[in-house]
């Protein structure tokens, strides 16, 4: 009997150590939660396996901080929305989940960055401008002279320097993502002396969350699957062109190669100018698509859970893959001015990518999510689409 | 000289507050929109947590409103308009027809015998049928014949026979009728009374349970509702007791009862039905007493079981009987086309996992919802009636001279209704007697 004077349900959200960065996080709905198993057994991921989402929950609810870091569960849900549909509490569950996701991410990162920009729009917003106004700094100092008659990116920024740029934002980037991912291995594995399963008998999983990005494909809506496995490749294709182009100028020169690969009118060039095309078209197609669903809100998911980690991300690679494509045009076009500018904001936003989002923020998850359903196989849990050996069940915790 | 009270709403609530005060020597109109009182109670067939023959306790109370010359019982009656002050109540009442003189009837039975027209019994939750001319059950208050005008042939001709008859269609019971009781000619009446106070207890209806598609009552046959199970367990049931499924009418080997269906879930209604859990308890304990090798599985959230000798209740289903308590929140249910057996989909929360499960038979502990007359009282925002103050004034309205009782007031069972209903009738008869409280001994104080 609610109504007089019984308030209607009211959330009690104390501030503990888990359930305060929780809050902060967005997963403000914790203890609405009476934890009846709805959205595990709604779960389209679900089957009979470890993938109690309700028991990641319930962790948060008692503060068992060992339980959640050691648990992979946050990083099993695709955040579809069925869920927060079916939840009797309107607890928003997949909000939850999101929430432990992010507190899982700023707890893996060792450098304590994470934490920052995962609870803070401030934060966040900052750390993107001063390494944005950093990197044209960088690239101001660096810059050759600007060729006014015809396009020639190689004076403007000799591609030495944007090397030396790209190699040390990409160790520093490494380092800290390989360090999050060996604190996570270390927080999954910690209880664990014998791994039930060795890592090339797990590999097969790895390769299936990572290249075909399961379980996703499960969930009620295939569009977010196929918006992942585009940007996934997208990105994929640049990395290797990325790497192709450090190995003709560094590891192996061959500047004949490399030029004709700048040059479009050779048959080597054009190749790699559509290479880079449907490259950016994939992530392009992928990001826009995201934004129309989340304004859109035709997923239940999208209209509660969309966090300043989320349009900061879809800023950044929108930005990017917007310059980077202004570059190309540019440069066909033969607008040499139009072309160094967008040359040198397309390279100012590289670090906000990979000092940002990879290691701290929306990004990592492509990353630690295939690795860390890794390591929960290594540990034994049944997890959705692993091949199980007989008689290797997780059980509970 | 006092002045008479309504009570409105013939259940176990109703009928207690009625034989209160008639007790008390205040005159009581009792009033119940269906032909017979008993209300709820009536359906069921055994009680928690003794397991008492619910009718047993019930129908002893109805036969005694008709032994008491102070009572008249209006029925087939719902209340239309209530104006006025606690003292000095107007109220509007309409009683439709009957179509059977109920001066005239002795509840014969004759005509229910003859008439040709079936249609699925309420009583029975539509599990079996009764005539057009019926009484509504065996042990009904009164015991009189009344013609359900929709079901009649003659009240309510079907358009293929009215073109072609040339005068007033069957009229079968009219001829049989002993007693010539029947009247076709009744119209709807409108009743006025004056009253001191009002009771409402007015109970509650069922949430259609078609609001949650997710179960697929209506759509899967073997599927049950609370109330049906009652009547299928029931002796004078439409089975005589023998639980069988809709779908071949076989003995059922695995029932399972899944609780808060459209309860304690903010879609539909936040609070919780409150009688669901021990209802649950009983109604599995009575399957296994009707067929011992049955399985029985009760799927709950929380197992509430607040009242004197609930948990040991209980504890006896657990142990002595061997029921199964699973603890998570079922989120749908598909039927098996071919068996139409019904596998429910749940976390086990025990072991943390996501579990299906077969079962014969689903019965739905489906929400009660408050069924509010139209009267001039606060109601909550979940639609019962609003009280005084819960603690301390737990049967008043928020207007003066009206109480309220039993289920319209908030979830609750048997017992507390009835509590209720003698605690309301106590403040309504010192309305009704205007107050007359004897002088105390020594104008009152304390003993120097």
């Known amino acids: 009997m609610s109504g007089g004077i019984f308030p209607p349900t009211v959330p009690v959200i104390k501030g503990g150590k888990v359930t305060g960065s929780l809050k902060k996080l967005g997963g403000g709905d914790l203890f609405i939660c009476y934890q009846c198993g709805s959205c595990t057994a709604i779960c389209p991921v679900s089957e009979e396996l470890d993938t109690s989402f309700r028991k990641a929950i319930r962790y948060a609810q008692l503060e068992l901080e060992d339980r959640l870091l050691s648990d992979p569960l946050p990083w099993l849900c695709y955040y579809c929305g069925e869920c927060t549909k079916t939840c009797p509490r309107d607890a928003k569950p997949s909000r939850i989940m999101d929430s432990l996701r992010r507190y899982l991410i700023s707890k893996y990162d060792w450098t304590h960055v994470a934490g920052l920009v995962q609870s803070s729009k401030l934060y966040l917003t900052l750390a993107n401008i001063v390494l944005f106004v950093l990197g044209l700094l960088f690239i101001y100092l660096i810059h050759g002279p600007m060729n006014q008659e015809k396009v020639d990116l190689s004076g403007f920024l000799p591609p030495s320097k944007v090397e030396l740029m790209g190699i040390s934002v990409g160790i520093v980037s490494l380092a800290i993502i390989l360090g999050g991912l060996y604190r996570s291995y270390r927080f999954i594995m910690h209880d664990i002396t014998n791994p039930a399963r060795g890592p090339l008998s797990s590999l097969p999983t790895l390769a299936k969350y990572l290249l075909l990005q399961f379980p996703m494909n499960r969930c009620e809506n295939k569009r977010r699957w196929i918006d992942h496995l585009l940007i996934f490749y997208g990105f994929l294709l640049l990395g290797m062109m990325t790497l192709t182009l450090f190995i003709v100028l560094t590891v192996a020169p061959n500047p004949e190669v490399f030029a004709s690969l700048r040059n479009p009118s050779t048959p080597l060039g054009s190749a790699w100018l559509l290479l880079g095309a449907v490259a950016s078209a994939m992530i392009l197609y992928s990001i826009i698509s995201s934004i129309v669903n989340r304004l859109r809100g035709k997923d239940i998911y999208y209209i509660t859970a969309t966090t300043h980690t989320d349009i900061a991300f879809i800023i950044v690679v929108l930005l990017i893959t917007l310059t980077g494509i202004f570059v190309l045009a540019f440069r066909l076009l033969n607008q040499p001015i139009l072309t160094y500018y967008s040359y040198a904001i397309h390279l100012a936003l590289q670090p906000l990518l990979f000092l940002i989002e990879l290691p701290f923020s929306k990004f990592s998850h492509f990353i630690y999510r295939p690795f860390i359903a890794y390591f929960a196989l290594m540990k034994g849990m049944r997890i959705p689409n692993a091949v199980l050996k007989r008689g290797m069940g997780g059980g509970l915790l | ?448």
């Open chain 2, 1 to 448: 000289m006092s002045k008479p009270v309504l009570v409105l709403g013939g259940g176990i609530a109703g009928i207690q507050a009625a034989l209160d005060l008639a007790e008390q020597g205040v005159d009581v109109y009792l009033v119940d929109k269906l032909p017979s009182v008993g209300g709820k109670m009536a359906q069921l067939d055994k009680t928690f947590p003794t397991l008492d023959c619910a009718s047993c306790i019930l129908t002893p109370k109805m036969a005694a409103l008709l032994r008491y010359p102070n009572i008249k019982l209006i029925m087939c009656s719902e209340v239309q308009e209530v104006s006025g002050s606690a003292g000095n109540f107007l109220v509007r009442i309409l009683r439709r027809p009957t179509y059977v003189n109920w001066d005239l009837c002795n509840g014969c039975g004759t005509c229910v015998e003859k008439c040709p027209k079936k249609v699925p019994d309420e009583f029975n939750m539509g599990l079996s049928m009764r005539k057009a001319i019926h009484i509504m059950f065996p042990q009904a208050v009164p015991r009189k014949a009344l013609i359900d005008e929709k079901a009649c042939i003659r009240l309510n001709p079907p358009p293929e026979l009215k073109e072609k008859a040339k005068g007033p269609l069957c009229g079968i019971c009219e001829r049989v009728c002993p007693a010539k009781a029947v009247d076709f000619s009744q119209k709807p009446e409108t009743i006025e009374l004056n009253v001191a106070a009002i009771i409402i207890a007015t109970g509650m209806e069922l949430y259609d349970p078609r609001n949650i598609p997710e179960y697929g009552y209506g759509k899967y046959q073997n599927v049950f509702t609370h109330l049906e199970f009652e009547r299928l367990v029931s002796a004078t049931g439409p089975t005589q007791g023998e639980i069988v499924r809709r779908s071949d009418g076989r003995h059922p080997k695995r029932i399972a009862w899944i609780q808060c269906v459209g309860s304690r879930d903010v879609r539909f209604n936040s609070y919780c039905s409150a009688f669901c859990c021990m209802a649950a308890t009983k109604e599995a304990i009575l399957a296994k007493e009707h067929m011992p090798d049955v399985e029985c599985t009760i799927y709950y959230m929380d197992i509430r079981a607040f009242g004197k000798g609930f948990n040991e209740f209980v504890n006896r289903a657990k142990k002595e009987f061997g029921i199964k308590y699973v603890r998570g929140k079922v989120v749908k249910i598909d039927e098996n086309p071919s068996t139409k057996n019904l596998v429910v989909t749940y976390e086990d929360t025990a072991s943390s996992y996501m579990k299906k499960e077969e079962h014969d038979m689903v019965v739905l502990a489906v929400a009660i919802r408050p069924s509010c007359p139209p009267i001039p009282v606060d109601l909550t925002a979940d639609g019962f009636v609003k009280l005084r103050d819960p603690y301390l004034d737990p049967v008043s309205t928020t207007k003066d001279g009206i109480f309220v009782v039993g289920v319209v007031a908030g979830a609750k069972d048997i017992p507390d209704s009835v509590t209720e209903a003698s605690a309301a009738a106590a403040r309504a008869a010192l309305i009704a007697k205007g107050y007359e409280v004897p002088v105390a001994v020594d104008g009152g104080g304390y003993l120097a």
